[in-house]
T-cell receptor, first 115, second 111 residues
Framework: SAVISQKPSRDICQRGTSLTIQCQVD?????MFWYRQQPGQSLTLIAT?????????ESGFVIDKFPISRPNLTFSTLTVSNMSPEDSSIYLC????????????FGPGTRLTVL | DAKTTQPPSMDCAEGRAANLPCNHS???????VYWYRQIHSQGPQYIIH???NNETNEMASLIITEDRKSSTLILPHATLRDTAVYYC????????????FGGGTRLMVKP
């Protein structure tokens, strides 16, 4: 299994500002995923973050808006830049664990409200 | 990954079995059926997965039809704490492959 923590757990921000969300894992993992969950919606993958290489972004998400860092095998950050109310969402990181179940473990999420 | 179709919501009485259906008619031979659930204000949690045989663990049972075009997640004795959104996902088995979440089924367990 994996224990994942995220900081902050929630924040309220003004439009035009940026917020950096941290994801810490208790074990070394090669891949980390960042998801967004808009109010009342399902999860949408933003990007895949591999240590030592550029993040791979999904359609509709760009690096200028959601820059990602992956300095080591246990940590990653996602920045939501130049925020607007449409960015109000829960942001979750997850890590794949290649055990018997090939699970993905999710962090508790960061609830972001942009005014 | 193949697309899945689930009813948007279901109710179940506490203590009864909850049967959650999922259609995945375009599933390919190397894709597994995974079930995750998301309890309010938490991240999704793995429940169970299978390829073609029925599976059971301490949380649930998974019944996959012989043609693999549909499956049913069974919570044998639903409790109030099982109230959550349940996601049926098909994907190739490696953990490194991303999960594509559909709308899921919002299960409400009622006393």
């Amino acid at each position: 299994s994996a224990v994942i923590s995220q900081k902050p757990s929630r924040d309220i921000c003004q439009r035009g500002t940026s917020l950096t969300i941290q994801c810490q894992v208790d074990s070394q993992v090669t891949m980390m995923f960042w998801y967004r969950q808009q109010p009342g919606q399902s999860l949408t993958l933003i990007a895949t973050a591999n240590q030592g290489s550029e993040a791979t972004y999904e359609s509709g998400f760009v690096i200028d808006k959601f820059p990602i860092s992956r300095p080591n095998l246990t940590f990653s950050t996602l920045t939501v830049s130049n925020m607007s109310p449409e960015d109000s969402s829960i942001y979750l990181c997850s890590v794949p664990i290649r055990n018997n179940y090939n699970e993905q473990f999710f962090g508790p999420g960061t609830r972001l409200t942009v005014l | 990954d193949a697309k899945t179709t689930q009813p948007p919501s279901m109710d179940c009485a506490e203590g009864r079995a909850a049967n959650l259906p999922c259609n995945h008619s375009t599933i390919s031979g190397n894709e597994y059926v995974y079930w995750y659930r998301q309890i309010h204000s938490q991240g999704p949690q793995y429940i169970i997965h299978g390829l073609k045989n029925n599976e059971t663990n301490e949380m649930a049972s998974l019944i996959i039809t012989e043609d693999r075009k549909s499956s049913t997640l069974i919570l044998p004795h639903a409790t109030l704490r099982d109230t959550a959104v349940y996601y049926c996902i098909v994907r190739v088995g490696d953990a490194g492959n991303m999960l594509t979440f559909g709308g899921g089924t919002r299960l409400m367990v009622k006393p």
